[in-house]
Every structure is written in C-alpha cells, then in structure tokens.
C-alpha cells in the first residue's frame, strides 16, 4: 500500500491508498509553516506511523502531492508563498531516508490529475486536463497518460492565461488572467462591487454562498453565476481550442455547484470553438471528492514508480 501526504498551507494530510485507488485511512495536521520544515516534518512522520498501523499495511512508497511550485525531480520544495522559509527542503530525500522506501513529489494540481486520470473521472482517457476552481485555479495537463512537464520539469500554469486585458491584475505579471476572474475569491468581490451599499447579503459573501443565493433566486447573485460561467467558459474554450483532449475533469470546490455553470460553460465552447471537434471533449466532474489530492498523492508514487513510468526524466 502506498502512503500519501498532501501538504497544503493551512493542514497536512496523510493517508494509506491501495492499489485501486481506495483511500483507507487519513489523518491530518496544522502546517504551521512559520514553526519550520523539520517540525512539520517530524509530524508528518508521525501520522505516516499512525496510518500505516491504523490499516496494519506495511508502508511500500510514498507519493506526495504538495502546494508549488514543487521540484518533482530534486525533491524540494521551492519558494512558496505558503510555506515561508522552507525553500530547498528536501522532503523526498528526508521521508525516504526515515521509512526506506521510494518516495516521488508534485504540484498538487498535478498530483490531483494524476489521481483523477488513474483512478477517477479521467479513467481510461489519454489526453486528459483537470482543472481545479477554488482559491485559485489551477490544473494538470496528462498526455498518452503521462504528466506533462515544461521546460526543467516546470509546471505550467493554467489558470494564469489571459482572458481579459482590461481584467483586475495578478501576481502572475498579467491582467485579466483566467483566475483573477473565474476563482472563487474573483467571483465574491465581483459581487461585492456591483452590490448596492444596502444590499442584504453584502458581507461574507463567497463563492459558496453566492451558489446558494443564486438558487434561491437572489438577481444579483445570478448575474454573479452567469458571470462565472461564462468566464469559466472562456478558459476551457480556450483548453479546447489549444488541446481538443479526450476530456477536461473539473474539481475543486466552486465545481461543487457545477451544475450552475455547465450550460453556460458549454455555451462559450460551442460558439468559439467551430474549427476543433470540441463536442467531442467530454467535460466531466471529478470524482475522487475532497481527498483528490491525499488519493492524487498516492497516484503520484505509482505515475513514478510503477511499470512504464517517468523515472527517466
Ligand atoms: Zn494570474
């Protein structure tokens, strides 16, 4: 069985997955990045023991999916924003050396697709890109069932292209990227822009409770999911314009209320994208559920490791 720890900014999660993608067991913990790497570390190694117990599995490898940017081949971390200080910690090196066992790292949108493409809604596609709608977007790209790298093992980031110039800026450099108008966050300060000074619903608005507004019949709240439906459909066009893959599976949490967008989404790719067969991509939802990236980790190891994987690169 293969152990899976995804490290995000807030918690640390691990897990126990066989072989066929069943998650058995999982445990999590508090980052607390500014406490330092070799704590979380040790802590990390902690529940690793536990889960392994808990399910009476010997450990076989580890595979780890982890906020980016990551280095997939040295095995560090890199600089993220999440993680302050813990640049070039060699977590691979550190966790095989402590259980004796193979262990591979990525991005965890990365690790996610990975997941997704092995064992969830992307089974048996070949040209594959998950898309994650939450926080931030992000997202993996899987070719003949390999993961897609760019230059020096980088990975590319969907959610920072251009869709819109004229757009609020980014970090990214751009203005207008996909994610600083199609994210959850974008979506709630849209909202909170064009609501009237009276408006009822007008603090802790998000892009959860703008769903729930929205099919209860809020206007406001439904121009604000039309809005993200159809910005949401900008980006996958353009996916599908660029790639035409077998499919795009889209998680994260604003997909939890996908069926608001669908129809608009659907609607943007058919009236752009007239010279690929785009009805031939098939858009599905992820199926994996909130532990994605624990189940994406493990996948990540056998995307490795297993017969035919990407160990040479
Ligand atoms: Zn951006």
Known sequence: ?????????????????????????????????????????????????????????????????????????????????????????????????????????????????????????????????????????????????????????????????VIDVSGPACLCGFHGCWESLASGPAMAEWMKAESPPNYRHRENLSAKRICELAQSGDALARRAVEREAYYLGLGLANLVVLYTPDAIVLGGSVMKSAHLFLEGIRKAIAESCRYVPFEKTELALASLGEDANLIGAARVWHHRFASGGQSDH
């Open 1 to 161: 069985m293969i152990a899976a720890v995804d490290i995000g900014g807030t918690k640390i999660a691990v897990g126990m997955v066989d072989d066929d993608g069943r998650l058995l067991a999982r445990l999590e913990t508090p980052t607390d990045a500014d406490l330092g790497y070799a704590k979380a570390l040790d802590r990390t190694a902690d529940l690793l023991r536990q889960v392994a117990r808990s399910t009476g599995a010997e450990i076989a490898g580890i595979g780890i999916g982890s906020t980016g940017p990551v280095d997939p081949f040295t095995g560090e971390i890199g600089d993220v924003n999440f993680l302050p200080g813990w640049q070039g910690s060699p977590i691979v090196e550190d966790l095989g050396r402590l259980f004796r066992v193979k262990v591979a790292m990525e991005n965890d949108a990365d690790a996610a697709a990975l997941g997704e493409s092995g064992w969830g809604a992307g089974k048996n596609k070949t040209r594959l890109i998950y898309i994650t709608v939450g926080t931030g977007i992000g997202g993996g790209i899987i070719l003949d069932g390999k993961l897609y790298r760019g230059v020096d093992h980088a990975h590319p980031e969907i959610g920072h292209h």
